[in-house]
T-cell receptor, first 116, second 114 residues
Framework: GAGVSQSPRYKVAKRGQDVALRCDPISGHVSLFWYQQALGQGPEFLTYFQNEAQLDKSGLPSDRFFAERPEGSVSTLKIQRTQQEDSAVYLC??????????????FGPGTRLTVL | SQQGEEDPQALSIQEGENATMNCSYKTSINNLQWYRQNSGRGLVHLILIRSNEREKHSGRLRVTLDTSKKSSSLLITASRAADTASYFCATRAYSGAGSYQLTFGKGTKLSVIP
């Protein structure tokens, strides 16, 4: 079936603008993750949802970052008043469940955000 | 924060040669996974090794895990130009806070020259 999709693929924002990044997980996947990947670095965890419940948001760098998954499927990562340091690739991943700890996370292609 | 460190940061080899990448991590883990990332594309899961396993194979990939040294290695045999990518190790914590997330290293950039 279809993999994880993200939109837009590229986003350019002026400093101070709000942005919204969308993630469509694989159908039926319970778990959804957001990661931030700076240039030349590995992805860093932002937040995790199990269905519609946000169980971990410890990686969100500031209160300008907000994520939601209201119906347990599509998720949106919103960044308010963007700053230059927010420039990165934002990756979304989904997995069937985490009950056994070995479920594979399937990643989307990412949204490359550039803040000018 | 990054959990692991890959070594080397960059590796350039001729097609047909073997490529070895190493990963070190800091805390107790449930499992360790290796991912590949091509330029402009998302992360692709390659292989997972559990904390009670020492070695695992998948096609041309061989992964080892030494929990006493908190290190892992990924061997790609008979490399191909299509293997050119960045390779990341990622750990899943054993339990407690943060056990849901994957914690990635900084990656090794592999170039396979035809």
């Amino acid at each position: 079936g279809a993999g994880v999709s993200q939109s837009p693929r590229y986003k350019v924002a002026k400093r101070g603008q709000d942005v919204a990044l969308r993630c469509d997980p694989i159908s039926g996947h319970v778990s959804l993750f957001w990661y931030q990947q700076a240039l030349g670095q590995g992805p860093e965890f932002l937040t995790y949802f199990q269905n519609e419940a946000q169980l971990d948001k410890s990686g969100l760098p500031s209160d300008r970052f907000f994520a939601e998954r209201p119906e347990g499927s599509v998720s949106t990562l919103k960044i308010q008043r963007t700053q230059q340091e927010d420039s990165a690739v934002y990756l979304c991943a989904s997995s069937l469940a985490l009950t056994r700890g070995t479920d594979t996370q399937y990643f989307g292609p990412g949204t490359r955000l550039t803040v000018l | 924060s990054q959990q692991g460190e890959e070594d080397p940061q960059a590796l350039s080899i001729q097609e047909g040669e073997n490529a070895t990448m190493n990963c070190s991590y800091k805390t107790s883990i449930n499992n360790l996974q290796w991912y590949r990332q091509n330029s402009g594309r998302g992360l692709v899961h390659l292989i997972l090794i559990r904390s009670n396993e020492r070695e695992k194979h998948s096609g041309r990939l061989r992964v080892t895990l030494d929990t006493s040294k908190k290190s892992s290695s990924l061997l790609i045999t008979a490399s191909r130009a299509a293997d050119t990518a960045s390779y990341f190790c990622a750990t899943r914590a054993y339990s407690g806070a943060g056990s849901y997330q994957l914690t990635f290293g900084k990656g090794t950039k592999l170039s396979v020259i035809p």
